[in-house]
């Protein structure tokens, strides 16, 4: 079980030499998901190796260009690689069109499967679930229609305690699945091992909240309580409240005041205004409210095992 997050892009709007618009690649739990897919997206997917072909699952946050102006591209690069498994795309309602338009008009060549998830409710929805991983939307509110994404990794069953089975010697290698699933074991004399004596609690399952465009919202905190991993837009610095609210963007104190209320465990900004030149003061305000801050930076990866 671990969380493997790499920065591909975490700029806003505008792409310039060295600030790439929002992409995110996720490994949770032995699953690999693009997370928003800006412009360039697939040169930073090249630049730090990441694998194309494990992607199955793209989740786009809104449609504003620097979240999904890079998706056109990657679909196409993937006819031209020859995929033949399905591809799923989460996002707002509008993104097939929109994406099958320019598909059909450029004659790209994408012959493989293309699903389409396309939201439009306000409340947290569960959206993917597998026998590893689930993902729930995280609404949010922006100058459209927008949510982020909660993605946790499934329990694992219970562990067994070997040293007390080892005990017991009617116990076979048989009964090991019945006991991880949690159930007690009757010995031939009519006594009863209680479970919780056979096994040991599992490791807790690991959660990141992605958080992209939106007004300072504290509405999200019971939804990523306690996340392990939570980045969130910090558009502008403090003294820029008033231009966050009217563009419904967040600072970073208010971000920070998100993490500290949600209780999580690491907090990363990103999603920067291009009028600032030295983005170590997002950092610098935020850890005045919430101490566990870093920066998401193009190429910079997080890790929680």
Do not use: W
């Not at 995929?83 to 338009?101: A, D, Q, S």
């Not at 007390?164 to 010995?187: P, S």
């Amino acid at each position: 079980m671990s969380i493997k997050l790499t920065i591909l892009g975490c700029h806003s709007a505008t792409p310039r030499a060295n600030a790439f618009p929002t992409s995110q690649y996720l490994e949770i739990n032995n699953r690999h998901f693009l997370i928003d897919c800006g412009e360039g997206t697939q040169q930073q997917m090249r630049k730090y190796k990441v694998g194309f072909t494990k992607i199955n699952h793209i989740f786009i946050s809104h449609l504003h260009g620097d979240h999904f102006y890079g998706l056109i591209g990657l679909l196409s690069t993937y006819g031209i690689l020859s995929r033949e498994k399905e591809l799923h795309i989460y996002g707002p309602k509008g993104i097939k069109e929109v994406t099958l338009l320019q598909l059909k008009v450029s004659k790209s060549h994408a012959n493989y499967p293309i699903i389409f998830h396309e939201l439009n409710s306000k409340e947290s929805e569960l959206i993917f679930e597998d026998d590893k991983v689930s993902v729930k939307t995280i609404p949010l509110k922006h100058r459209v229609y927008t949510n982020g994404y909660l993605f946790t990794e499934k329990e694992k069953p219970l562990k067994l305690h070997i040293d007390n089975i080892k005990q017991y010697k009617e116990i076979d290698r048989a009964d090991y699945n019945n006991i991880k699933a949690g159930k007690d074991i009757t010995l031939s004399t009519g006594e009863i091992i209680s479970n919780s004596e056979l096994t040991l609690p599992p490791k807790q399952p690991l959660s990141f909240a992605f958080c992209s465009d939106t007004v300072y919202k504290p509405d999200i905190v019971p939804i990523i309580k306690d996340a392990d991993l939570l980045y969130h837009e910090a558009t502008f610095l403090n003294d820029k409240e008033d231009l966050a609210r009217k563009t419904k963007h967040t600072t970073s104190k208010q971000a920070a005041q998100i993490a500290k209320d949600a209780n999580v465990n690491q907090l990363i900004l990103g999603h920067y205004s291009g009028r600032y030149k030295d983005i170590s003061l997002f950092k610098k305000e935020a850890k005045e409210i919430f101490d566990k801050t870093e920066l998401a930076e193009p190429g910079k990866y997080f890790s929680i095992n």
